[in-house]
């Protein structure tokens, strides 16, 4: 079982690997085929599934909604 905290560390260790791949040459990425797939796993092992993705951004956008209506209720002094 994955808690919320490793979903977290997965999804942030995940975005740093994205960007380090980014900023990778294709000789290096060759070079390093093995420690990549093994770090690539690393993050995949507690990633969030699609269900609780979707389910935390939908609490998102009801958040903001629900801002966004407080906000344009609000007059002016």
Do not use: Q
């Not at 919320?4 to 740093?16: H, M």
């Not at 070079?31 to 690393?42: H, L, Q, S």
């Amino acid at each position: 079982m994955t808690l919320p905290v490793e979903e977290l560390s997965a999804l942030k260790r995940t975005r740093e690997f994205l960007r380090d791949m980014l900023g990778s040459n294709l000789t290096t990425i060759r070079k390093n085929a093995r420690e990549i797939r093994e770090r690539a796993g690393r993050c995949l092992k507690h990633y969030p599934f699609d269900m609780h993705i979707d389910s935390v951004w939908e609490k998102r956008i009801e958040e903001h909604n629900r801002a966004m209506r407080e906000f344009s209720c609000k007059k002016p002094k």
